[in-house]
């Protein structure tokens, strides 16, 4: 089993769609918890950490569930430039300099 | 300035070469890491360096040789690689490399083909 698991999609949406994506982990000693962003041939750029009390930046939304071993990332107001690969990651409490990526979930907004 | 720029952006390489990509970051980080990423799949890790001390291999073979010549440079050395060694390279630097949370900024990273 993936350490780090997300469906991979893609997620066709509309431009001012709303779309969520899930991720969950595998290991219990999971302490920190993040969504990347990766545009095609460019590299990862963090989007935002994630707490277990839920954060939201602007139309970006993550939630923590620790005890199902859950995380989520909604997007409100989809627009094109959202497009992307989300890579959903966590790091270890014995081994936090490691980034353990899951496989991402492609989002494509169209017009 | 969030930086980190990678040296070269793309490489060709025959099996016999002997090439190394470069990473540098003007920061002030403390920690340096190498990824992996082959296409259409995740970044994996590779080597850390903190405080210019390797400080994690990930059982990489010895082919690809890690150096920290100081806190702002970090390089792969690469020698008698094999075609399955191709993928994008990626360079990344976070503040200490101790404290759980820390933000991992990426290069660009070095897109690698190995004939």
């Given amino acids: ?111 | 300035d969030t930086e980190v720029t990678q040296t070269p952006k793309h490489l060709v390489m025959g099996m016999t070469n002997k090439k190394s990509l470069k990473c540098e970051q003007h920061m002030g980080h403390r920690a340096m890491y190498w990824y992996k990423q082959k296409a259409k799949k995740p970044p994996e890790l590779m080597f850390v360096y903190s405080y210019e001390k390797l400080s994690i291999n990930e059982s990489v073979p010895s082919r690809f040789s890690p150096e920290c010549p100081n806190s702002s440079l970090l390089n792969l050395h690469l020698h008698a690689l094999q075609p399955e060694d191709s993928a994008l390279y990626l360079c990344a630097s976070s503040l200490q490399g101790t404290d759980w949370g820390e933000t991992q900024y990426f290069g660009p990273g070095t897109r690698l083909l190995v004939l």
Avoid at chain 1, 21 to 46: G, H, I, M, V
């Fill in chain 1, 1 to 111: 089993r993936k350490e780090v698991e997300q469906d991979p999609g893609p997620f066709n949406v509309p431009e001012g769609a709303t779309v969520a994506f899930n991720c969950t982990y595998s290991n219990s000693a999971s302490q920190s918890f993040f969504w990347y962003r990766q545009d095609c041939r460019k590299e990862p750029k963090l989007l935002m950490s994630v707490y277990s009390s839920g954060n939201e930046d602007g139309r970006f939304t993550a939630q923590l569930n620790r005890a199902s071993q859950y995380i989520s990332l909604l997007i409100r107001d989809s627009k094109l430039s959202d497009s992307a690969t989300y890579l959903c990651v966590v790091t270890v409490s014995y081994n936090t300099d490691k980034l353990i990526f899951g496989t991402g979930t492609r989002l494509q907004v169209f017009p």
